[in-house]
């Protein structure tokens, strides 16, 4: 069965700075990968998926995160934060063989952004 | 997203009582999902549709039952609900075909609240 792991809970960091979000999946083969963010009370929204070719994918807000194999991760990335960033991340696998193209998310990353 | 609505978008119930939640999307998708969000679990599938009266369960499925009998509406409904079931609901749906990977579109959720 497919899974994700996002191993940081909390993260914190300052307006400006660099961000990096873990995470790790299990697959037997090549996956769907998906990052999403949810500020509060409101639903989910896409950032980026990866689905085949190029390993660094560009997302909405400018974020991007790189898929690497033989880690199994799918890092999510942003050079710059703003504080409007804060909010939880979610990272998703789906399955490539159909049957219904169910999900499967992380338990997410809730991102504090200092001013 | 405009293309899909949740309904109640609040809901207090009393233990034991019967509960539906209702999604309702515009975009005539295929796939339509209910989750479950809680603290420290992520998203959790619950049940899912893969067309008109065609549905299957997911990985936390037991209390809940779903019925799809048009395309645009999926309805999620707890037979007797308990406090274990407070949590936020949220409904989702997918272009995908068998295969795909398109990712989805979240509805606003429904926060239920069982005492």
């Known amino acids: 069965a497919q899974s994700v792991t996002q191993p940081d809970i909390h993260i914190t960091v300052s307006e400006g700075a660099s961000l990096e979000l873990r995470c790790n999946y299990s697959?037997?083969?090549?996956?769907?990968l998906f990052w999403y963010v949810q500020s509060p009370g409101q639903g989910l929204q896409l950032l980026l998926k990866?689905?085949?070719?190029?390993?660094l994918v560009q997302g909405i807000k400018g974020f991007e995160a790189e898929f690497k194999r033989s880690q199994s991760s799918f890092n999510l990335r942003k050079p710059s934060v703003h504080w409007s960033d804060a909010a939880e991340y979610f990272c998703?696998?789906?399955?490539?063989?159909?049957?219904?193209?169910?999900?499967?998310f992380g338990t997410g990353t809730q991102l504090k952004v200092e001013l | 997203d405009a293309g899909i609505t949740q309904s109640p978008r609040h809901k207090v119930t009393e233990t034991g009582t019967p509960v539906t939640l209702r999604c309702h999307q515009t975009e005539n998708h295929r796939y339509m999902y209910w989750y479950r969000q809680d603290p420290g679990h992520g998203l959790r599938l619950i049940h899912y549709s893969y067309g008109v009266k065609d549905t299957d369960k997911g990985e936390v499925s037991d209390g809940y039952s779903v019925s799809r009998s048009k395309t645009e509406d999926f309805l999620l409904t707890l037979e007797s609900a308990t406090s274990s079931q407070t949590s936020v609901y949220f409904c989702a749906i997918s272009e995908s075909t068998s295969g795909g990977g398109y990712g989805y579109t979240f509805g606003s959720g429904t926060r239920l609240t069982v005492v």
């Open positions: 990866y689905f085949s070719g190029d390993t």
């Open positions: 998703a696998v789906a399955s490539r063989t159909g049957g219904g193209n169910k999900l499967t």
């Open positions: 697959y037997g083969a090549t996956p769907y």
